[in-house]
């Protein structure tokens, strides 16, 4: 996706930035984009009647899936709750199929009938969206007890809500996880706020890593707003997934700008909105924008055309979406149970 035309040369590359290449670098700062982009277009579909059902948005969230999913092969699994389309896109799940989903549309990643909580794509190894809280997260620990079971070196990065800490679900998966020693990453999304109840009013402690030390669990707090700093973290924890089988928890500290879903489309009548503008001053994607501008590696024409261009792929996303089928009436026979 980038354009090197537009890109400038960069200085010689500080510590900051980890050795990761400029193609890289470019690539995660326009996924981010896309991302962004995406769900603000989801946003306006749903509005005029084009998107049913439920749809969680994930604007302000990006730098927790690009970062994370760096740190990942092609061949590890990605297993996550209802808010998908960030990761989705990050594990590489064709944008075009994810709008054509939201849209119920044949093409869609599962055929159109699974919509925004099921966003699927096996080649991909993303093991899905999941609209019960926590329900995905023994499937995450059972995906690593297959890997390890055959002897391979895959991990599962499992993302939750900060909600999802509290259910018993969760306890059962970490707990297993720890005693069996399993390679898999249990990633927080704490945004603040479980639907409209905020971290403090709902759970014991407001370092939710915390909770892993009832199992004994690596565990870490991170900045969810900086990608590098999620890329850093989330990958000393994979490689240490791969050499010992050993999970870890981590609590990354992010927000979403939007409210739970789009039933509830702005802040919510539990956040003010000068506590949503608060965040945005720490915008994941001007903060990766500035340190790649302040590394020499953009200026500001690229980001001019990168954001025409960003545009232009979601555009090509609702024409593929609005232009394709919908799914024939005895589609709803099929794909019930496993053949």
């Not at 699927?120 to 690593?144: C, M, Q, W, Y």
């Not at 927080?188 to 109840?197: K, R």
């Not at 997934?241 to 919510?268: C, K, N, V, W």
Request: aromatic letters at 8%.
């Amino acid at each position: 996706m980038t354009d090197s035309a537009t890109v400038v040369a960069p200085k010689k590359q500080s510590s900051r930035l980890m050795g990761l290449s400029r193609e890289t670098l470019l690539k995660w700062y326009e996924e981010m984009l896309l991302m962004r982009r995406f769900e603000e277009k989801a946003a306006e579909l749903y509005r005029n009647g084009k998107i049913g059902g439920f749809c969680h948005l994930y604007n302000g969230q990006e730098a927790v899936s690009t970062g994370s999913v760096g740190a990942l092969t092609p061949d590890d699994y990605v297993i996550t709750a209802y808010r998908d389309h960030g990761l989705a896109i990050s594990k590489g799940v064709e944008p075009k199929a994810i709008m054509a989903e939201l849209l119920g549309k044949v093409t869609g990643t599962t055929k159109g009938k699974g919509g925004s909580m099921h966003i699927f794509d096996r080649e991909k190894n993303f093991l899905g969206g999941h609209a019960i809280v926590g329900s995905h997260i023994p499937l995450a620990t059972g995906a690593a007890f297959a890997s390890k079971y055959r002897g391979e070196k895959r991990v599962c990065l499992c993302y939750m809500g900060d909600g999802a800490t509290n259910i018993g679900a969760f306890h059962e998966g970490l707990n297993l996880a720890a005693l069996w020693k399993l390679p898999v990453i249990y990633i927080i999304e704490n945004n603040q706020y479980s639907m409209g109840t905020s971290v403090e009013r709902s759970s014991a402690v407001d370092d939710l890593s915390k909770k892993a030390l009832a199992y004994d669990m690596r565990r870490g707090v991170v900045n969810g707003s900086d990608v590098l700093e999620v890329y850093k973290a989330v990958k000393a924890a994979v490689e240490h997934a791969r050499q010992t089988y050993e999970p870890t928890l981590l609590d990354i500290r992010t927000f979403r700008y939007r409210g739970h879903s789009m039933s509830d489309p702005t802040h919510g009548h539990y956040r003010t909105k000068e506590e949503v503008e608060a965040y945005k001053s720490h915008d994941p994607i001007d903060l990766f924008a500035a340190i790649l501008k302040t590394e020499g590696i953009i200026d500001d024409t690229y980001l001019e055309k990168v954001e025409k261009k960003i545009k232009e792929i979601v555009t090509e996303c609702v024409e593929f979406a609005e232009t394709s089928p919908e799914p024939p009436p005895d589609d709803l026979w099929t794909d019930v149970y496993y053949e």
